[in-house]
């Protein structure tokens, strides 16, 4: 077992490929005229997964993939969306994606449902809090019967702080280089409506959020869209069977969202928080064909 939390969060990503997931793409329009790039994997299931990714990831991670070829083991099909701009295309509208962002993943499941009796959710990371936020929304579509989250910042705020530390900045420098490369972009596209005069001062992820996130999404700052947008404050709210897994050695992830309590008072959610797994990891308890969350979720859908 790789022995710590870094590791386990950085050995699948460089190491882990999947070869053999062959998606079918398909591009959707948005109610505001923008659009979103699905990539199915349709095995002819009456049921469905809907995957959604991490921070600056896609459908091709290596956690995503893995899942979508356990799913379809488990005679599933899938259908692993890319967040606006994530899909190897920018996207059209000035907006993009964030962690509260939920009317997109509406769209998606909204537009999937009417082809499968039942879906299922599974998000990883920010993709994880987005799922939550649907489901304490209480909008979610009648077809949506169970979820699962692995590595989810429930608390925003403090998650965004844990990544400046030096211990973390390896991480931290690589979300800003995406980011920021985005945000340029976007300048190119919206002239009138981008600055980038302070876009070489940000350090961190929080002033990233602060400057450019939070006002070009309707907030007021990082503040505001921290608490907005924290699915910790939405977990009272879900009404289907919930599973939440968040690693103790996970490094992106702090105390504020390894508190088993913020779901004690619903019962529709477990809080399972396994010793080992890193972020979006869990490479540790392998079995030579899925990783450990893998079959923690599919356990779970069987249910």
Not at 121 to 133: A, Y
Request: glycine residues 6%; charged residues 25%.
């Amino acid at each position: 077992m790789l022995f710590n939390g870094h590791l386990q969060t950085v050995y699948p990503a460089l190491v882990r490929k999947h070869n053999s997931v062959v998606y079918t793409r398909e591009r959707i329009d948005t109610p505001d005229g923008d659009f979103l790039d699905l990539d199915w994997c349709k095995k002819g299931n009456k049921k469905l997964v809907i995957l959604s990714h991490g921070l600056e990831g896609s459908s091709y991670r290596q956690y995503i993939t893995g899942m979508v070829q356990e799913m379809i083991r488990q005679h599933y099909d899938t259908l692993a969306w890319n967040f606006r701009g994530c899909s190897g295309e920018t996207n059209k509208a000035l907006i993009m994606y964030h962690s509260g962002a939920t009317d997109d993943l509406r769209s998606v499941v909204n537009y999937a449902a009417p082809m499968y009796e039942k879906i299922h959710l599974i998000g990883f990371s920010l993709g994880g809090n987005l799922t939550l936020k649907y489901l304490g929304e209480r909008e979610l579509h009648h077809k949506v019967r169970r979820a699962v989250v692995f590595s989810v910042p429930l608390d925003l705020k403090s998650g965004a702080e844990n990544l400046s530390k030096l211990s973390n900045k390896i991480y931290e420098l690589r979300f800003l280089k995406s980011l920021s490369r985005k945000i340029i972009q976007k300048k190119k596209q919206y002239p009138n409506q981008v600055d980038l005069s302070r876009l070489k001062k940000i350090r961190r992820v929080y002033d990233f959020d602060d400057i450019y996130t939070a006002p070009i999404h309707g907030f007021k700052d990082a503040e505001d869209y921290y608490h907005q947008c924290s699915s910790r404050y939405f977990l009272d709210e879900i009404v289907i069977p919930t599973l939440i897994v968040n690693a103790k050695n996970d490094p992106l992830l702090t105390r504020e969202s390894l508190d088993p309590a913020l779901a004690l008072s619903n019962p529709n959610i477990t809080f399972e928080l396994p010793d080992h797994g890193g972020h979006c990891g869990f490479p540790g308890l392998m079995d030579g064909t899925s990783y450990w969350s893998e079959k923690r979720a599919s356990a779970f859908f069987s249910e």
